[in-house]
């Protein structure tokens, strides 16, 4: 069209490349996916310019607020590049509620930012669909969002994701406890895969490889290389409230993230304990095996960039460690004994295959 024909017709929002219409119709089509998340406090509707949330219909009488938010990461360009839209709204949801429940935290609410060039419904609503399942799993209302529609600030097909979300723990049950000692135990929960950290490592390792997406997984011929990699970030949330519901004494927790267990376990520790880990009790998933025999990644590059097999860690009394590996495990959760709070000492890594970590670590 002219530059003539735009004076004369009028030059619209549209035709600079944002399609209200189009972000309407997505809000009518998620309404649905929205209301599926409905708990105790919220009524999951949308549509207005802020979501509620009553803490007294929840329950809580002494709350304090936590709040988080996360992102995807690079993971999101292997769901672009695959066109596998539909788990990467779990990883969203995931990487928000884990960092909440391990404060004892019961998370609450979520929302959403999603921003892309141009909007594609099928696409969007695929990412939603993943959000609102993991809104589910958490039991955690999604009670609103926004969706930016920006011309020349993504290229084709791209899109990015980020994810808040509120919760409320009672002040006698924050987590981690002032209790923690030597002799406690270490319980690590099973990791579903990568779950959403080291992926700029991941896709490098695949260019080194040279293998496509749509190729069967070297680690798992069942399934492709993309489906693989997309197997969305385990929710430790309903487990782990349930355990602390039922009087174990959970002393603290950690989500195992970027970092691995080297970094993400100091920040529940006191400055006069460590955790001594065996890594022989970790459950090194084909997955990691393959990521480092093919990228020539040694040991401590791997478990200071990825889980290797522990999403969430528990540090838990002695007497209690039982009932608590119990309880996780009528959810289903794969739980390995893994080590014990010692006290501090200044070695990080020991030949016996033991590594230490302690509340020093930055």
Same mark, same amino acid.
Request: aromatic letters at 6%; charged letters at 20%.
């Given at each position: %069209?002219?530059?003539?024909?735009?004076?004369?017709?009028?030059?619209?929002?549209?035709?600079?490349?944002?399609?209200?219409?189009?972000?309407?119709?997505?809000?009518?089509?998620?309404?649905?996916?929205? +209301?599926?998340?409905?708990?105790?406090?919220?009524?999951?509707?949308?549509?207005?310019?802020?979501?509620?949330?009553?803490?007294?219909?929840?329950?809580?009488? #002494?709350?304090?607020?936590?709040?988080?938010?996360?992102?995807?990461?690079?993971?999101?360009?292997?769901?672009?590049?695959?066109?596998?839209?539909?788990?990467?709204?779990?990883?969203?949801? &995931?990487?928000?509620?884990?960092?909440?429940?391990?404060?004892?935290?019961?998370?609450?609410?979520? =929302?959403?930012?999603?921003?892309?060039?141009?909007?594609?419904?099928?696409?969007?609503?695929?990412?939603?669909?993943?959000?609102?399942?993991?809104?589910?799993? &958490?039991?955690?209302?999604?009670?609103?969002?926004?969706?930016?529609? %920006?011309?020349?600030?993504?290229?084709?097909?791209?899109?990015?994701?980020?994810?808040?979300?509120?919760?409320?723990? #009672?002040?006698?049950?924050?987590?981690?406890?002032?209790?923690?000692?030597?002799?406690?135990?270490?319980?690590?929960?099973?990791?579903?895969?990568?779950?959403?950290?080291?992926?700029?490592?991941?896709?490098?390792?695949?260019?080194?490889?040279?293998?496509?997406?749509?190729?069967?997984?070297?680690?798992?011929?069942?399934?492709?290389?993309?489906?693989?990699?997309?197997?969305?970030?385990?929710?430790?949330?309903?487990?782990?409230?349930?355990? =602390? +519901?039922?009087?174990?004494?959970?002393?603290?927790?950690?989500?195992?993230?970027?970092?691995?267990?080297?970094?993400? %376990?100091?920040?529940?520790?006191?400055?006069?304990?460590?955790?001594?880990? #065996?890594?022989? +009790?970790?459950?090194?998933?084909?997955?990691?095996?393959?990521?480092?025999?093919?990228?020539?990644?040694?040991?401590?590059?791997?478990?200071?960039?990825? #889980?290797?097999?522990?999403?969430?860690?528990?540090?838990?009394?002695?007497?209690? &460690?039982?009932?608590?590996?119990?309880?996780?495990?009528?959810?289903?959760?794969?739980?390995?004994?893994?080590?014990?709070?010692?006290?501090?000492?200044?070695?990080?890594?020991?030949?016996?295959?033991? =590594?230490?970590?302690?509340?020093?670590?930055?």
């Amino acid at each position: %069209m002219s530059q003539d024909s735009y004076k004369s017709n009028g030059l619209t929002y549209a035709q600079s490349g944002v399609d209200i219409d189009a972000g309407n119709a997505l809000v009518d089509g998620i309404k649905s996916l929205v +209301k599926s998340t409905r708990r105790p406090g919220a009524d999951a509707d949308i549509g207005g310019f802020g979501g509620l949330f009553d803490l007294k219909a929840a329950g809580y009488d #002494n709350p304090l607020l936590v709040a988080a938010n996360d992102g995807v990461g690079t993971k999101l360009k292997l769901a672009i590049d695959s066109g596998l839209h539909d788990t990467v709204g779990i990883d969203l949801v &995931a990487m928000c509620v884990n960092d909440l429940v391990v404060q004892g935290a019961e998370p609450l609410f979520f =929302l959403d930012y999603y921003a892309t060039g141009k909007l594609e419904n099928e696409v969007a609503t695929a990412v939603v669909a993943g959000i609102a399942e993991g809104c589910r799993q &958490a039991n955690c209302a999604l009670i609103g969002g926004e969706t930016a529609e %920006m011309p020349g600030m993504y290229s084709e097909g791209d899109y990015d994701l980020a994810g808040f979300c509120v919760g409320a723990v #009672n002040r006698d049950g924050l987590l981690p406890r002032s209790t923690m000692q030597a002799g406690d135990i270490v319980l690590g929960l099973s990791s579903s895969g990568i779950h959403s950290n080291g992926f700029s490592l991941v896709r490098k390792v695949l260019e080194i490889a040279g293998i496509n997406l749509d190729a069967p997984a070297p680690w798992n011929c069942d399934i492709s290389v993309a489906q693989a990699l997309l197997e969305p970030t385990k929710i430790y949330v309903r487990p782990l409230l349930d355990a =602390l +519901k039922r009087g174990i004494d959970i002393k603290g927790l950690a989500h195992i993230t970027g970092g691995g267990l080297i970094e993400n %376990m100091p920040r529940v520790l006191p400055d006069d304990l460590a955790v001594q880990v #065996n890594l022989n +009790k970790v459950p090194y998933l084909p997955v990691f095996d393959w990521l480092s025999r093919t990228g020539g990644v040694v040991q401590d590059e791997m478990v200071r960039t990825f #889980n290797c097999g522990i999403g969430m860690v528990a540090i838990v009394a002695a007497d209690a &460690a039982e009932d608590c590996a119990a309880i996780l495990q009528e959810h289903g959760e794969e739980v390995h004994f893994i080590g014990e709070v010692i006290a501090r000492q200044d070695a990080a890594f020991q030949s016996s295959g033991l =590594l230490t970590v302690d509340g020093s670590a930055s």
